[in-house]
């Protein structure tokens, strides 16, 4: 009833039915901005809230795209014009800066302090942490406040992220940061791929969008298999640690029958057996890693030493083939030293090149991939075909094998060779 | 910078920033080197070193679209409780990392206060991962930050105690494109009506052959209409997938009555027991019902209480749905099981049961 008797300001009765109820409602916030926010952030907001209780009562967006960067940028915004300005002229332009965070989401209350200082002065005041490709966006901007607010972002030390048919903006989890599940260092890796490649985000030139994601262990965290077309999952390949004493005040603790129910028959390959006197049995090359016990029994189980992490490729989203998960391509890289991680750049680097040479435009790489067939991608970026790629051998007999002979040599002879390698090695 | 105004600023292309700087100093002092973790409460994670140090950390719900003085009042709590430090999770959760346990009890009892709902962690129905919606995306068919304000007042409880049989994640998106990703439940947008194509304005919004190249089932062609080079829709062959309309604008997917809602079960993203699913049809044909979305939350409800009721300890909602087998979850759900749940995509035969295996 206030907002009626207020002058100028658009009535808002369906947003009003969100203010109500236990969770921090996003209409408050808008509200506060209009009310009490800075003077552009109140003219935006105003009419930002008029546009979207327009949207509720129409069942209908009224946002369209259009053209706009920084300069030396091709992407990293997000425009936004409004097809209904005439009603609500004050956000008639409301951009989005995808701007990376540290990666990791790590942050200090100064700097949130200057991001709410910066977009409060060049922008509408209303910041998403984060959007799902793991951006901060700095939401409602004119097309002229872009490159002033992008300045001073900047200036801090942060730098947009990606849009359009380009690198994008990556995650990972948090890791070795608070997780003693981590499997690898996901901030150094994350931040060395993606630093490696910026100008592919900078400059949109690939056929589309390309994604990197970065979990350090088989939870998966930044659901990086689903999500992106190079999904790096820490994992180990050596025994699991098991502390027996931690294991037996385990069962003590929550009892036989319940720990049988929840680790040893949940095992998806019957590689644990719970012992006469409370001890665990683990059949190591029967474990394929999956993490659920370790989940379970945080204290008395933990990944092995010689830890790294396996390479999935082509996972993304409906359009327009349906959604796909990544296939895995490299069971185990280490990711230990600065010259593991500089291997697996240029591995990245071999895949980036033959996405941006063989994809067909609006085409992922996963879709490349079942295009080409698997064999043919793995000739491309040089991976030899490993049984952890499939979940079974082919099924269906038409394929031509006169080569069958020569191809089982090389896998023998790789065999020997990294049988070698580890006797070399011990 | 302002000596130089006359000369264009350069962006300096710093990249992703290094977040040590920015870090609790107990996570950056004992990064790499923690032993283990257990939960003292819904809402609390305690994280042990191996040299011993501890750390607790309280997460809380927000509404992700913060506006400057929901972001300073954080930043405040981060001071008083947190040494000025946080972070955010994947599922835009916020956390106060505290290297004090005696402050864990009054963060918890000030953030309630201000209104962030303490949990998330553990057995729970954290945060609805969602997209822009109405308020900022240009393709949308719904909103969602109104779904998921709406569906988190409904699921609060399940938010901040860890009652449910494991973890539930809930997903929305505002099209078929569906951005939010894969859920236990997910709650997107389906279109039921082929486009609404202007003809008048497609030969100069949109670049023609991209839009027929675009067409995952082949159903557009260029044509002329009314002596316009325009194109043209085999409503026989079209699916309703929505994926002409970002390319060109004019062919309007979204309509008052077209668009509908469909829930998803059984997603999983975690490679923990099982491998990770893709999320399958539930119910369709639920009317986008702004601003409370009652069909949605009664058939949401369903699926959660009945997972709730049901499910062994661990099993998320896809491997308890594999237990009991389909026709007991459409039984227990009370929802209808139709011809629109066989799937008919590429490789749908392999989703058929072609075993003698069936439940009664």
């Known amino acids: 009833m206030k907002d009626d008797s207020n002058k100028g300001q658009n009535p808002t009765p369906m947003l ?60 990293g ?66 097309s002229e406040a872009a490159q002033p607010a992008f300045d001073e972002l900047n200036e801090l030390g942060f730098d947009l992220g990606g849009a359009g048919p380009a690198l994008r903006t990556a995650m990972n989890c948090v890791g070795s940061a608070r997780c003693e599940q981590s499997c690898f260092n996901e901030i150094k890796t994350h931040r060395a791929i993606i630093n490696r490649f910026i100008d592919e985000m900078h400059r949109p030139a690939l056929p589309y969008k390309f994604k990197f994601k970065f979990s350090g262990c088989a939870n998966d965290c930044v659901n990086a298999i689903h999500r992106s077309d190079f999904a790096v999952i820490g994992t180990w390949r050596d025994d699991m640690k098991v502390n027996q ?35 665990l049995e683990v059949d190591n090359a029967s474990c394929v890693r999956c993490m659920h016990c370790i989940n379970v029994m945080t204290k008395a189980l933990s990944p092995g030493d010689d830890r790294g992490a396996s390479i999935m490729i082509g996972g993304k989203r409906s359009l327009k083939v349906g959604d796909m998960m990544g296939i895995m391509i490299k069971p185990f890289v280490k990711l230990d030293t600065d010259e593991d991680i500089e291997e697996l750049e240029e591995f990245a680097e071999t895949v980036i090149e033959f996405f941006a040479d063989n ?68 | ?43 609390v994670l305690h994280h042990v070193s191996k040299t011993g140090a501890e750390v607790w950390t309280v997460r809380a719900g927000t509404q992700r679209q913060l506006d400057v003085f929901t972001v300073r009042k954080l930043a405040d709590i981060g001071d008083e409780f947190a040494d000025g430090h946080l972070r955010f ?135 002329m209409v009314d002596g316009k080079p325009s194109l043209e829709i085999d409503e026989k062959k079209c699916v309703c997938c929505g994926a002409c309309y970002p390319p060109c604008p004019p062919m309007q997917i979204n309509s008052n009555e077209g668009t509908k809602i469909a829930i998803w079960v059984g997603g999983k993203h975690s490679n923990a027991r099982s491998k990770p699913t893709f999320h399958k049809l539930a119910v369709a044909g639920l009317p986008n019902n702004p601003p409370h979305w009652p069909e949605v939350k009664d058939a949401v409800g369903k699926i959660v209480n009945a997972y709730k009721k049901d499910a062994k300890h661990w099993e998320r909602v ?10 007991r979850f459409f039984e227990l759900t009370d929802l209808a099981f139709t011809k629109h749940h066989l799937d008919t995509w590429t490789g749908s035969r392999k989703t058929m049961n072609t075993s003698a295996h069936v439940h009664f």
């Open chain 1, 16 to 75: 009003d039915e969100l203010e109500g109820g236990k969770w921090p409602s996003f209409v408050t916030g808008l509200k506060r901005l209009r009310d009490e926010g800075a003077e552009s952030n109140q003219r935006i907001m105003n009419d930002l809230l008029g546009q979207l209780n327009h949207s509720y009562e129409e069942k209908l967006g009224f946002w369209k795209g259009g053209t706009l960067s920084v300069l030396g940028y091709g992407g």
């Open chain 2, 318 to 327: 896809g491997e308890w749905i594999e237990r009991i087998g389909w026709n």
């Open chain 1, 77 to 142: 915004i997000i425009p936004r014009f409004s097809e209904v300005a005439d009603k609500f002229p004050e956000s008639k332009e409301f951009h989005t800066l995808r701007i990376m965070p540290p990666a990791g989401n790590h942050y200090t209350t100064d700097l949130l302090r200057k991001f709410a200082d910066i977009w409060e002065r060049h922008g509408s005041g209303l910041i998403a942490f984060h959007g799902q490709s793991g951006d901060i966006m700095f939401q409602g901007c004119t």
């Open chain 2, 89 to 223: 999770t994947t599922r835009s959760n916020i956390e106060f990392m505290l290297a004090d346990q005696a402050k864990v009890d009054p963060l918890i009892e000030k953030l309630t206060a201000e209104g962030f709902p303490v949990g998330g962690t553990g057995a729970s129905i954290s945060m609805i991962s969602h997209t822009q919606g109405w308020l900022h995306c240009d393709v949308p068919g719904t909103d969602a930050s109104g779904v998921v304000k709406g569906m988190m007042d409904m699921l609060h409880d399940e938010f901040v105690q860890e009652k449910m049989p494991n973890r539930m994640r809930i997903t929305t998106s505002c099209c078929q494109i569906n951005c939010g990703g894969q859920g236990d439940i997910a709650i997107n947008v389906q279109y039921t009506k082929p486009p609404k194509i202007n003809h008048d304005l497609v030969a100069n919004v949109c670049e023609r052959p991209t839009v027929v190249a675009r067409c995952p089932v082949a159903a557009i062609r260029p044509a």
């Open chain 1, 359 to 426: 994809a067909l435009e609006h085409e992922r790489v996963g879709e490349t991939i079942d295009r080409i067939g698997m064999p043919a991608f793995l000739e491309e970026v040089g991976v030899e075909a490993d049984p952890n790629m499939v979940n079974h051998p082919r099924t269906s007999s038409y394929v031509r094998t006169d080569d069958f002979e020569e191809e089982a040599n090389k896998w023998f002879e790789r065999k020997a060779a990294e049988a070698g390698m580890t006797a070399d090695a011990e």
């Open chain 2, 1 to 43: 910078m302002k000596d130089q105004a006359e000369k264009p600023r350069m962006p300096t292309e710093s990249g992703v920033p290094d977040p040590f700087p920015y870090m609790h100093p107990t996570l950056k002092e004992n990064y790499g080197n923690w032993d283990w973790h257990d939960r003292p409460r819904p809402g």
């Open chain 1, 245 to 279: 004493e931690e294991v037996k005040k385990h069962v003590a603790k929550v009892g036989r029958k319940y720990t049988i129910d929840t680790v040893i028959s949940m095992c998806p390959t019957r590689a644990l057996s719970l012992n006469d006197d409370d001890t």
